[in-house]
């Protein structure tokens, strides 16, 4: 009976020797096992792991459709994420890409963002306690409104960023990236049961119990008012940038809308209970149709949020904070919260602190790699001489040559500096000139209009 000692396989041992023995069970009696037994874990009968055979695939409520329009589809934590949605005649994904950017911004794109992890916090300490987890205040953030925030590590390192919308007094939805889903919401249990188990507010991971699409372009709006019911207004007026709400769609289904933007143009996200998802995308496409709306994937998606500057994982990689993010004045200094006094540390608050910029080539015939180095022009290429490294590269349609986001000693009184960027692992060494990070729109007059 090997590793179990008779623990599982015990009752059908006694059956067999009933049945060669001609007597019942009970007649047999029992066998003598040896404790104590060790359990074992049902994984191990599973035998090793070979490729994806024995692994578990997320896929979004609208994997099937993409599927049916020839998607590439990439891992993204988990998740099998649409990366790009080639068409006839394109040969290189970048045509894809390209194409898909350059649409959303001049109508409208739609993106399943259904994996952007998804807390709900309710209770009446609701706000008390998203005042402590984010370094940000939330304290006071008005019913139907949406605040981006930012959450610390207890040794004052940037976690992770997001959004909290306030549908109720006691009702909060709290957005993660896909891929520190697991992880926040890991931090922010602790956090209710050990460090403040007195106050009244629940927790619930709802990534997977709603399907959550972008709908993204100068027609964001015009498309949206043709799915969300009549009854509710999405002008301006009525429903600005960073509103949030309860409303119902397509002739009464519940749903979420945010107005928030990652792409940097006027956009919103849709949210219906995920066993409406794939009907949900088939609906937006439908509706987009008279305004040219095009499916865009995690590429066009990336593309977009370099060209606008906004901070994503390749940015919040463990070991920056907010200073270097650019973001120091969210933490703020009237309240407490995590990682907020330890932020403070005269360590990650030199005057040659690391700071987020752009840059853009000199010579816009060359990339700007992720992962190269950045060398003040005349300095010797090494670790001493170091002024800071690219975290996120792409090519701009819109500009017309790459462009990247990086970290740079005392980045953001470089503007306008020519540096070396250099990466001797591949051989690049060409000139790149610091620029602000907020490449296209930066006075966000699209994402408000």
Same mark, same amino acid.
């Given at each position: 009976?090997?590793?179990?000692?008779?623990?599982?396989?015990?009752?059908?041992?006694?059956?067999?020797?009933?049945?060669?023995?001609?007597?019942?069970?009970?007649?047999?009696?029992?066998?003598?096992?040896?404790?104590?037994?060790?359990?074992?874990?049902?994984?191990?009968?599973?035998?090793?792991?070979?490729?994806?055979?024995?692994?578990?695939?997320?896929?979004?409520?609208?994997?099937?459709?993409?599927?049916?329009?020839?998607?590439?589809?990439?891992?993204?934590?988990?998740?099998?994420?649409?990366?790009?949605?080639?068409?006839?005649? *394109?040969?290189?994904?970048?045509? =894809?890409?390209?194409?898909?950017?350059?649409?959303?911004? %001049? =109508?409208?794109?739609?993106?399943?963002?259904?994996?952007?992890?998804?807390?709900?916090?309710?209770?009446?300490?609701?706000?008390?306690?998203?005042?402590k987890i984010y370094?940000?205040?939330? @304290?006071?953030?008005?019913?139907?409104?949406?605040?981006?925030?930012?959450?610390?590590?207890?040794?004052?390192?940037?976690?992770?960023?997001?959004?909290?919308?306030?549908?109720?007094?006691?009702?909060?939805?709290?957005?993660?990236?896909?891929?520190?889903?697991?992880?926040?919401?890991?931090?922010?249990?602790?956090?209710?049961?050990?460090?403040?188990?007195?106050?009244?507010?629940?927790?619930?991971?709802?990534? *997977?119990?709603?399907?959550?699409?972008?709908?993204?372009?100068?027609?964001?709006?015009?498309?949206?008012?043709?799915?969300?019911?009549? *009854?509710?207004?999405?002008?301006?007026?009525?429903?600005?940038?960073?509103?949030?709400?309860?409303?119902?769609?397509?002739?009464?289904?519940?749903?979420?809308?945010?107005?928030?933007?990652?792409?940097?143009?006027?956009?919103?996200?849709?949210?219906?209970?995920?066993?409406? @998802?794939?009907?949900?995308?088939?609906?937006?496409?439908?509706?987009?149709?008279e305004f040219e709306?095009?499916?865009?994937?995690?590429?066009?998606?990336?593309?977009?949020?370099? *060209?606008?500057?906004?901070?994503? @994982?390749?940015?919040?990689?463990?070991?920056?904070?907010?200073?270097?993010?650019?973001?120091?004045?969210?933490? =703020?200094?009237?309240?407490?919260?995590?990682?907020?006094?330890?932020?403070?540390?005269?360590?990650?608050?030199?005057?040659?602190?690391?700071?987020?910029?752009?840059?853009?080539?000199?010579?816009?015939?060359?990339?700007?790699?992720?992962?190269?180095?950045?060398?003040?022009?005349?300095?010797?290429?090494?670790?001493?001489?170091?002024?800071?490294?690219?975290?996120?590269?792409?090519?701009s349609p819109n500009? @017309?040559?790459?462009?990247?986001?990086?970290?740079? %000693?005392?980045?953001?009184?470089? %503007?306008?500096?020519?540096?070396?960027?250099?990466?001797?692992?591949?051989?690049?060494?060409?000139?790149?000139?610091?620029?602000?990070?907020?490449?296209?729109?930066?006075?966000?007059?699209?994402?408000?209009?």
């Amino acid at each position: 009976m090997a590793t179990d000692q008779g623990k599982t396989s015990n009752m059908g041992g006694l059956a067999i020797m009933a049945e060669l023995t001609g007597k019942t069970i009970p007649e047999v009696g029992t066998t003598i096992f040896r404790p104590p037994y060790t359990p074992t874990a049902i994984g191990a009968f599973a035998g090793r792991d070979r490729g994806t055979d024995f692994r578990p695939t997320r896929k979004t409520p609208s994997h099937k459709w993409a599927e049916d329009q020839g998607a590439v589809f990439v891992e993204v934590g988990m998740w099998l994420r649409a990366q790009w949605f080639p068409q006839a005649g *394109e040969t290189h994904w970048r045509q =894809s890409v390209d194409r898909e950017v350059l649409a959303t911004r %001049k =109508s409208v794109g739609i993106c399943d963002v259904t994996t952007l992890g998804k807390i709900d916090v309710q209770g009446a300490d609701a706000a008390t306690f998203l005042n402590k987890i984010y370094c940000n205040a939330f @304290g006071k953030l008005a019913i139907g409104k949406t605040r981006y925030g930012l959450m610390l590590r207890e040794d004052g390192i940037a976690m992770d960023d997001g959004t909290a919308a306030r549908l109720a007094d006691d009702h909060f939805v709290v957005t993660t990236t896909t891929a520190n889903a697991v992880s926040v919401f890991r931090h922010m249990e602790f956090a209710r049961q050990c460090l403040w188990p007195d106050f009244d507010v629940q927790l619930i991971s709802t990534t *997977e119990a709603w399907a959550q699409y972008a709908v993204a372009g100068p027609n964001a709006r015009n498309l949206l008012q043709k799915i969300v019911d009549s *009854e509710f207004d999405l002008s301006n007026e009525a429903f600005p940038f960073m509103a949030c709400a309860n409303v119902t769609v397509c002739g009464g289904l519940r749903a979420r809308l945010f107005r928030i933007s990652f792409s940097g143009e006027l956009a919103f996200e849709i949210a219906v209970p995920t066993r409406y @998802g794939d009907a949900m995308i088939r609906r937006l496409m439908q509706a987009g149709e008279e305004f040219e709306a095009v499916a865009y994937g995690t590429e066009a998606l990336g593309v977009m949020r370099i *060209e606008k500057g906004h901070a994503a @994982g390749n940015e919040l990689n463990g070991t920056t904070s907010a200073l270097n993010l650019g973001m120091e004045r969210m933490v =703020s200094k009237k309240k407490d919260s995590i990682g907020s006094t330890l932020s403070e540390r005269s360590g990650l608050n030199t005057d040659d602190a690391l700071k987020l910029i752009g840059l853009r080539p000199v010579d816009v015939k060359n990339p700007v790699p992720a992962g190269s180095h950045l060398i003040t022009k005349g300095d010797p290429v090494d670790a001493t001489h170091d002024q800071g490294y690219v975290t996120s590269a792409c090519y701009s349609p819109n500009l @017309g040559h790459s462009i990247a986001l990086a970290y740079l %000693k005392s980045g953001d009184s470089r %503007k306008g500096e020519i540096l070396r960027l250099v990466s001797p692992l591949t051989g690049f060494d060409h000139e790149v000139e610091v620029v602000s990070a907020h490449f296209i729109d930066p006075e966000g007059e699209r994402l408000r209009a």
